[in-house]
């Protein structure tokens, strides 16, 4: 019989089978793993060809399956060795290349994830065909391959089947070498209910009608064409009751998105982005597309935001399918950012793929850099190279701590590759490689990324065989430099100071770390003063001549001579330098005095998200930023409105005095107040997107941090309107509306949100929905909200995010902590691994010194071993808050009572 390898106990005498028959099963036995590395596989056999066929029952939540895997033995062995998690093996046999087929003994290695094929006898060189057969449990937890279901219009509960491999869990859905560098090509063969759409990566190459048995359900056998050279964590399929868009011609590959019925009319966005991000990348490469068709698949219920399977791209729905005219800007940014990011992948990923998992930061940070590029050419208006800003102050948050990670580091294990997939490896990953594209020249950073790709091009490598490529194409030290940020956590502080009568401009570089005790001061995180080699872009004005430099800082300081004594400096020009910048007083104030007209809106962006890391970091007071902010209220860039706002509600969560919190919110009211009567409350037909989504972020703004009573009275109205005539409203204020009337509402506007959820016209409407009821500040609202987390009426892949939403709750975080803590092994139990760490970000807003012993003694008594570095981070944040908080509150609530 076959055995479960999760369910396996004990030791088994093996015996050995005869040559295999259509109903026997080899004997299998579990042994305990004995190795020098316990998770990476010895290549005495390479496959490379897997025929696969996959017979899923949803209703069941099963499958049965078998593979012929066509491998070269390399050197003599006794057994092959593969990668196999919770799959019963019912029959095993190997073909050796004189043609004999050998039955063979399948031992189970649990600990490991591995079966043992013995074939009795050793196995020479040469080509062999491994036989299997064996049978698995769809997942319940979104990995591997799994069931998502939806109500469907009759009322009916309705299933679709669905793969997520990667990192490591291809294992669970078949025997595999299930490792990067073991790339093969795959034949996938689908066996499903008649009726039912079946997806995989390569374009479908035959169908057959199968005889089915008397009252048995028909079957339909779908064949598809051989996959490309790729690794396993790439194959994909999707089998369910699901409708496909029209088909759209991107230079020659056919583009489709694979969706519920009824949403079609969500699809048409989807199918433009990929058609023009085909093109984008095929240009940009100089490499055509690797598949025979792309397929896009917006999937109910799925861990993450999206996965490059080539040819076969999942996504979450609410980032594949959206009504351009009822979406916010931010929402139809989030699609087109996705799509293009998954996109990239298909080059650099899947045609060059890393050889182990420490070198994933590769993969997603290119592909980061690359939808940034693939958005702005395809809305130059949406300005995504600003916007982008956001995203590098959140990589800087975290590697700010002492607890920050070099962006490549050794991986080991399973659940070390899936800790990979944090904000160092996209955002700071990403920030490096436009720092070294800005610096070095776009055009000389894309010939070495062209050289790169098609030097490697169906192959593996490591992360050195990219900057050996940008190397021979700008003649430039890449490597010595990139390596300074890639291979060290953290990042420089530049100082800028003008000395010798104002002749010469000095730059100097130290680490930057957050005040993460009750004390003041920096942070340190290695004993020796870090160095990097610092590539800088410099804008100097004397008065009349402006001029922009580029140099390189290789120590501690870097001396440049000016013809004339500067005016102004910009020590990192458009913002593309991923560092922060400290100038001295009267630079910063001449910089301040011209942001509006001389500096662009990341430059001005810069200079507030810098002033607030050093309040975090103990160098400057939240007072003296509170005097800053007023200096930018002629302020008209969404982004540098954004980084005001978030600044605005840190400040927020500091006032806690009576007196000085009237005066705080009319301090919030008086700064927003212009510039969202310049704007006006309702949009103008000439507004771009980027004004129609400020006129949101002040409103919220003005709503919530300002409690303004007027802006809760007018956000009931536009909610109302809204809901009677959705494009009667202006996207970003229907948004804005729902923000604000959940940070004040009651009972009835809880009970409508929560109802509206289930029959929300686009996903964009229904996460805007249940996201809000977590803002809701009555205990017994936010504990509804929780307890949906746990009861099913929230899918799996939102429950942790919300629950990360409620610890951030100004007035009901502790509640929420509480109801993390006493749901501990159910939410680990119950939810994707993945997210468990993320939900735990939430704790950093839980600045309450008793609250914060509580979480403290906590997580000294629970892990979470595949994100043991990311909750370890979150904690020392929320020290960080603490010190915060230790340090400004008094003086903060004390400015403020006075004014």
């Known amino acids: 019989m076959g055995l479960s390898l999760d369910a396996m106990s004990g030791e088994a005498s093996p015996v050995r089978t005869p040559a295999p028959a259509h109903n026997q099963s080899p004997t299998t036995r579990t042994l305990a793993f004995v190795s020098n590395d316990p998770y990476r596989l010895d290549r005495r056999a390479v496959p490379h060809h897997y025929d696969l066929r996959i017979e899923p029952d949803a209703d069941e939540g099963s499958f049965a399956g078998s593979v012929i895997i066509e491998l070269d033995v390399v050197t003599p062995c006794d057994a092959l060795v593969c990668n196999a998690a919770d799959l019963a093996i019912t029959d095993a046999w190997i073909e050796t290349p004189s043609g004999d087929r050998r039955a063979a003994t399948v031992s189970l290695i649990p600990d490991a994830e591995r079966i043992s094929i013995d074939p009795g006898e050793t196995l020479h060189p040469g080509a062999h065909r491994l036989h299997l057969a064996f049978r698995g449990r769809l997942d319940g937890r979104l990995r591997g391959l799994y069931r998502s279901s939806w109500t469907g219009e009759d009322g009916n509960q309705q299933h679709l089947v669905v793969t997520q491999f990667e990192p490591t869990d291809a294992r669970r859905a078949f025997p595999c070498w299930d490792e990067p560098s073991f790339k093969a090509t795959f034949g996938v063969t689908l066996v499903v209910p008649h009726g039912h759409l079946a997806v995989s990566n390569a374009a479908e190459i035959e169908r057959r009608q199968l005889t089915s048995t008397e009252g048995a359900d028909p079957k339909v056998e779908v064949c598809f064409a051989n996959t490309m050279v790729m690794s396993t964590y790439l194959v994909a399929f999707v089998v369910g009751p699901l409708e496909v868009s029209e088909t759209t011609d991107a230079g020659g590959v056919p583009v489709r998105i694979v969706h519920r019925p009824g949403m079609a009319h969500l699809a048409n966005y989807g199918r433009e982005v990929s058609a023009f991000c085909l093109d984008y990348f095929t240009d940009y490469y100089g490499i055509p597309y690797p598949g025979d068709k792309l397929d896009l698949i917006a999937i109910p219920d799925f861990a993450f935001g999206a996965m490059e399977n080539l040819g076969c791209v999942t996504f979450r729905e609410v980032l594949l399918l959206v009504d351009p005219e009822e979406a916010t800007q931010p929402e139809l940014q989030n ?26 930061w590769l993969n997603e940070a290119f592909a980061t850099f690359m939808e940034m590029a693939a958005t702005d050419a395809y809305r130059p208006d949406w300005d995504r190279w600003t916007s982008f800003g956001v995203a590098r102050t959140a990589a800087f948050d975290v590697d700010a701590l002492r607890g920050t990670r070099p962006v490549e580091f050794p991986v080991v294990s399973p659940d070390e590759a899936e800790a990979m997939f944090d904000i160092l490896t996209y955002e700071k990953g990403a920030a490096v490689l436009r720092m070294l594209e800005q610096w070095l020249g776009p055009d000389g950073f894309r010939a070495g990324i062209r050289r790169y790709l098609a030097q490697h091009a169906y192959a593996n490598t490591k992360t050195s065989d990219l900057w050996d490529a940008l190397e021979a194409s700008t003649g430039m030290p890449v490597r010595h430099i990139a390596e300074s940020w890639i291979l060290q956590g953290g990042f420089p502080l530049v100082t800028v100071d003008l000395v010798n009568e104002g002749r010469t401009l000095r730059l100097g570089q130290e680490p930057f770390g957050y005040a993460g005790d009750l004390g003041e001061g920096e942070s340190e995180s290695a004993p020796e003063p870090r160095r990097w080699q610092v590539p800088v872009i410099v804008t100097q004005n004397d008065g009349s001549i402006t001029t922009v430099e580029r140099e390189l800082i290789t120590d501690s300081s870097l001396d440049i001579q000016l013809v004339e004594p500067a005016r102004w400096i910009i020590a990192n020009t458009e913002g593309t330098g991923f560092y922060r910048v400290a100038y001295a007083p009267d630079l910063l104030d001449a910089l301040v005095a011209r942001a509006s007209n001389e500096l662009s809106p990341l430059e001005r962006y810069g200079i507030i998200d810098d002033a607030w890391a050093a309040v975090l970091a103990g160098r400057k007071s939240a007072v003296d930023v509170l005097r800053l902010l007023p200096r930018f209220s002629d302020e008209d860039d969404l982004t540098v409105w954004q980084r005001v706002v978030g600044v605005l509600d840190a400040i927020d969560r500091l006032v806690d005095d009576p007196e000085a919190l009237i005066q705080w919110q009319g301090t919030v009211t008086a700064l927003l107040t212009p510039a ?21 972020t002040l409103f919220t703004a003005l709503g919530t941090i300002a409690a303004d009573p007027a802006t809760r009275i007018l956000a009931r109205d536009l909610y109302a309107a809204a809901c009677a005539a959705p494009t009667s409203v202006d996207p970003a204020m229907s948004a804005a509306a729902i923000s604000v009337i959940a940070s004040s509402g009651g009972r009835e506007a809880y009970d409508d949100f929560a109802h509206r959820v289930a029959d929300a016209p686009t996903p964009q409407d229904e996460m805007r929905l249940l996201t809000a009821l977590a803002d809701f500040e009555e205990p017994e ?27 951030a709750n100004k007035t009901g975080g502790a509640r929420a902590w509480s ?3 006493t749901h501990w092994d159910t939410i680990n139990q119950t939810f994707p691994t993945n997210s468990i760490a993320r939900m735990v970000e939430g704790i950093r807003y839980l600045d309450q010194p008793e609250i914060a012993s509580l979480v403290f003694r906590f997580f000294a008594d629970h892990e979470v071993p595949q994100g043991d570095r990311l909750v370890a981070q979150h904690l020392e944040r929320l020290e960080v808050a603490l010190a915060l908080r230790a340090r400004s509150s008094g003086p903060l609530n004390h400015e403020l009572a006075r004014r």
Not at 335 to 360: C, P, Q, S
Not at 788 to 796: A, K, S
């Open 676 to 696: 969202f009567d310049r704007l006006g409350t309702t949009a103008r037909h000439d507004d771009d997107d980027r004004s129609r989504q400020l006129r949101g």
């Open 819 to 821: 109801f993390v803590a």
């Open 781 to 807: 609202l936010l504990e509804e909200t929780m307890t949906m987390c746990l009861d099913g009426r929230v899918r799996t892949q939102n429950a942790p995010y919300l629950l990360r939403r409620a610890m």
């Open 335 to 360: 699609v087109t950012d996705v799509i293009a990011h998954e996109l990239a992948h298909m080059w650099f990923g899947d045609l060059v793929t890393m050889d182990w998992w420490e070198g994933i």
